[in-house]
Each structure stands twice: as structure tokens, then as C-alpha cells.
């Protein structure tokens, strides 16, 4: 059995020719045509120092509770770097350590919103809204940092080589966690 290939249809000199003038035309219009404009640079991140003022917080605070917005701050940086650099077992680590001195700092924290803002619901609202604020300052600060987990494991590495959980307060104050409040000392 011989294969054969399938008739071709008549094409006419005509047809060609236009065929031809067509191709011929689309092939000079197309060197013609200037290239797509190039999109617009994304633009760059924001340092955190050049966003938005942060906003002065209402009263001062006494010195143990400006450690203890510090050991917040801490604690609320490793939580977000827990999650968004795979160290949860850090965090767990770290929490399990020093949850004595973690509570201890809590309660200073909610004695200084009920000093600010008032006892119960005003002070506790308060206090929520600025852990929550934290939390997203630390979220931003990750999303524009592309040093953050680096710089977060260098931070769990010194709060577990912690010689005990009271050296958690100066290593707090010491490290360079953004806040949403500024938070003058009483003198």
C-alpha cells in the first residue's frame, strides 16, 4: 500500500501575490512598531525611620514599665519571626524559659495602660490596640527587611544564651525592635 499526500488545493498566482503582499506588509509594520514601553521601577522599600511619626504615647513610663514594653517588643519580634522564619521551636523555647519573667513583665505592661488610660475596659482596649500595632510594626518591618530572620535568629540565639530569665529585661532594652508607641521614661 503506497501512502500518499493529500491533494493540495489550487492556489492562484493572485492569491499568492496577495498572500505575499500581506506577509510582506505585516513584516514591515512590525519593524516599524517601537517596543512596548518598559513598566515603571517598583519603587523602593521604606526604611522604617522615614514612615510615619510614631506616635508619643500619653504619659510617661515608670522605668520598669518602659522594660516592659521592651521584653514586649522582644517577645512580639520572635513571635513574628517564629512564624515567618520557621522558629517555632525558638520561640517555644524561649517562651517555656522564661514565661515567669514574661508574666511579671505583662502585668507591669497592663499597670502601666491602667496608669495611662484607666482601669478596666478603656486600659485594657488600650493595651491590646498597641500589642496589635506591635505586631504589625514587626510584620512591616519583616516585609521590608530582607535581613529579618538573620537578624531574629541572632536575637533568639542571645535570649536563649540567656543565663537566667532576668536577663531577658537589659537584653530587650538593648535590642533594636521598632515600636508603635514612643515611650518617654518618667524621671
Given amino acids: 500500500m503506497r501512502l500518499s499526500s493529500p ?11 496577495s498572500l505575499g503582499a ?9 519593524g516599524c512598531s517601537k517596543p512596548a514601553p518598559a ?3 517598583a519603587p523602593a522599600p521604606v526604611p522604617m525611620a522615614q514612615m ?25 519580634r520572635l513571635m513574628v519571626a517564629a512564624l515567618a522564619c520557621g522558629e517555632e521551636d525558638k520561640y517555644n523555647a524561649f517562651i517555656k524559659r ?17 496608669r495611662a488610660y484607666g482601669r478596666g475596659k478603656q486600659g485594657q482596649t488600650e493595651m491590646d490596640s498597641y500589642k496589635t ?7 512591616q518591618r519583616r516585609s521590608r527587611d530582607a535581613a529579618f530572620c538573620q537578624v531574629s535568629n541572632a536575637l533568639f540565639g542571645e535570649a536563649l544564651a540567656a543565663k537566667s ?6 537584653l530587650a532594652s538593648s535590642a533594636p525592635i521598632d515600636q508603635p508607641l514612643m515611650v518617654s521614661t518618667c524621671n
Fill in 22 to 30: 500581506t506577509l510582506l506588509l505585516a513584516t514591515a509594520l512590525a
Fill in 133 to 139: 500595632e506591635l505586631a504589625n510594626v514587626q510584620q
Fill in 52 to 76: 510615619d511619626p510614631v506616635p508619643t504615647a500619653r504619659a510617661c513610663a515608670k522605668p520598669e514599665e518602659k522594660e516592659a514594653f521592651d521584653v514586649t517588643g522582644l517577645k512580639t
Fill in 7 to 17: 491533494p493540495t488545493p489550487a492556489v492562484s498566482t493572485a492569491r499568492l501575490a
Fill in 98 to 114: 522564661n514565661r515567669p519573667v514574661l508574666v511579671t513583665q505583662d502585668a507591669k505592661l497592663t499597670n502601666y495602660f491602667n
Fill in 165 to 170: 530569665p532576668a536577663d531577658i529585661g537589659p
Fill in 39 to 41: 513598566p515603571p521601577p
